[in-house]
């Protein structure tokens, strides 16, 4: 694991509450969305990449999803997580791990991503990303949020891409194509707004 990363995100979720952090939402209506369009049964399997203290996991218990994966960095924003969820924790898989070093022991039917692929930022680690979902994806989707072109160049002082559909379809080209995608601004706990691509690509079996 990337000890520098780990440490950059535990020192986040150690000193900031949700509310003072750029990507809260208190309801991800747009990644609801997309799960919902996807039309996976209830129990199909489902992960949360870069889940972090998401509220998505609580919603989807809600909804009757029963086979769910939250993975994050940061072991502290997972533990608040549980402590969020309070006896419900226990229905949920949790895996603490940078998302490259991640090996999967199943395959998704879904795989939610809503930024934390836009923080890999070389040509590399682009790469071993699309060879693990590719993988771990099997006739599923694959849910993408990254900041657009017009979003922001950083986020929690770390650079990040940005990409408008043509450019994201590219890194996947080949193995997913893309089902819907639409651009959003998310209003920030601050009151400020980031513009957000979102995607749904559907798994393309060569």
Known sequence: MNDQLKKHWEDV???????????????????????HNTQAPKNSPIIDIGGG??????????????????LDISAKAIERAKNRLGEKA?????????????????????????????????VDRKSKYRYLVENAVADGHLIMGT??????????????????????ADVFKGSFEVKSHFYADHLTPFQTSQNFLFADFIKVNN
Do not use: M
């Open 13 to 35: 979720y150690h000193t900031k509450s949700p509310y003072e952090v750029s990507w809260t939402e208190p309801k991800p209506e747009r990644s609801l969305k997309l799960i």
């Open 53 to 70: 203290d998401s509220l998505l996991v609580d919603y989807l218990l809600d909804e009757g999803y029963s086979d769910i994966t939250v």
């Open 90 to 122: 226990a229905k949920i898989t949790w895996l603490v791990s940078d998302i490259l070093h991640f090996e999967p022991e199943k395959q998704y039917s879904v795989w939610h991503d809503r930024a934390t692929f836009h923080f890999l930022t070389t």
């Open 147 to 168: 900041f657009s072109l017009s979003g922001p160049g950083q986020c929690s002082g770390l650079a990040v891409c940005q990409y408008d559909i043509s450019a994201l």
